[in-house]
């Protein structure tokens, strides 16, 4: 007999605007206590000194967490200078120190260095697995995990502001998998000292952004007055993606996991526009009457449901 699930079927994204000291894990499973949900995951994790946008996926929107995941990136942090860490940021433990503090155009100058693709290693205390282990869980162990270096995309770093000469504000735009620790430590290093990240925040992830972040206490007031959580609709992390419109007959063959065959004229014409609009992606989003219904492969005259989305 199958197992009931707990909670309440809840769909949709919430965008966290996540406090410091939790792991994104931790306020994740708070969200999803809140709203009492059967299922909910996060959109790209958050060190736990960090703040910010942390989009939570409930229900169906869960099988669009990939696409949140490569959204590009906005971060604010502040680089402290004179001593590095064993985590690249607040959190560690001092490991090395230096005097050297430097200017404003010294920094200035490092910065086209750290734009477009680049080489980064990922910090000892990250995510990344090693042989089936965390590295984090590995460092806190006391071992050395030697991370590869792999090549992350800058869009953009702007020295945005200089509270003391210990300390330098930054403000980054970035793909998938840029590490701010591993920046804020490289950029130190670049300009003959070391370094930390003393602070950071998260502005954006793809099309989720701070204007329609909540806190945790503003959604606990909401769930306390009996008010509607604040969620976006499931496709929200699929903006980037073409559309397919169908009719209800089509759509219910794609709920059914069978593929849609489209060979009349008007068709034709529809799945042109759809294959000029994918540039090259693999993956659509089918809809009817404007309602997200299946991740869908276009191969052809031929729809083919990825994932359904069960709404």
Do not use: N
């Given at each position: 007999m199958a197992r009931r699930r707990k909670g309440v079927p809840v769909h949709g994204w919430l965008v966290l605007d996540k406090p410091p000291g939790l792991t994104s894990t931790q306020a994740m499973a708070k969200c999803r206590w809140l709203l009492n949900a059967e299922k909910a995951g996060h959109g790209?994790?958050?060190?736990?000194?960090?703040?910010g946008v942390l989009p939570i996926a409930y229900g169906e929107a869960t099988k669009t967490v990939p696409y949140a995941?490569?959204?590009?990136?906005?971060?604010?942090f502040t680089l402290c200078f004179g001593e590095a860490r064993n985590t690249d940021d607040l959190a560690g433990t001092v490991t090395a120190t230096s005097d050297v503090?430097?200017?404003?155009?010294?920094?200035?100058?490092?910065?086209?260095?750290?734009?477009?693709?680049?080489?980064?290693?990922?910090?000892?205390?990250s995510a990344i697995k090693v042989d089936g282990e965390r590295a984090y869980d590995l460092a806190r162990e006391g071992e050395t995990v030697d991370l590869k270096s792999r090549q992350v995309r800058v869009d953009s770093i702007h020295l945005t502001g200089r509270p003391s000469p210990d300390l330098a504000e930054?403000?980054?735009?970035?793909g998938k998998g840029t590490y701010m620790r591993s920046l804020a430590r490289d950029i130190a290093l670049s300009l003959g000292t070391v370094g930390h990240v003393a602070a950071l925040r998260r502005l954006r992830v793809g099309r989720f952004t701070l204007r329609e972040a909540?806190?945790?206490?503003?959604?606990?007031?909401?769930?306390?007055?009996?008010?509607?959580?604040?969620?976006?609709?499931?496709?929200?992390?699929?903006?980037?993606?073409?559309?397919?419109?169908?009719?209800?007959?089509e759509a219910g063959r794609l709920r059914q996991g069978?593929?849609?065959?489209?060979?009349?004229r008007q068709d034709l014409e529809r799945l042109s526009r759809?294959?000029?609009?994918?540039?090259?992606?693999?993956?659509?989003?089918?809809?009817?009457?404007?309602?997200?219904?299946?991740?869908?492969?276009?191969?052809?005259?031929?729809?083919?449901?990825?994932?359904?989305l069960n709404v």
């Open positions: 790209g994790t958050l060190d736990p000194i960090a703040t995941m490569e959204g590009e990136k906005t971060y604010r503090r430097p200017t404003d155009a010294a920094i200035e100058a490092v910065l086209p260095r750290f734009t477009g693709w680049i080489s980064q290693v990922p910090p000892q205390f930054f403000e980054v735009e970035c909540v806190t945790l206490e503003e959604l606990e007031r909401l769930i306390a007055d009996g008010a509607a959580p604040p969620l976006l609709p499931i496709e929200t992390a699929l903006d980037a993606l073409p559309t397919v419109p169908l009719s209800e007959a069978q593929p849609v065959l489209l060979i009349r759809v294959a000029d609009g994918m540039a090259g992606e693999a993956t659509a989003l089918a809809t009817a009457h404007g309602q997200p219904v299946a991740l869908v492969r276009v191969e052809g005259a031929e729809i083919r449901p990825v994932r359904v």
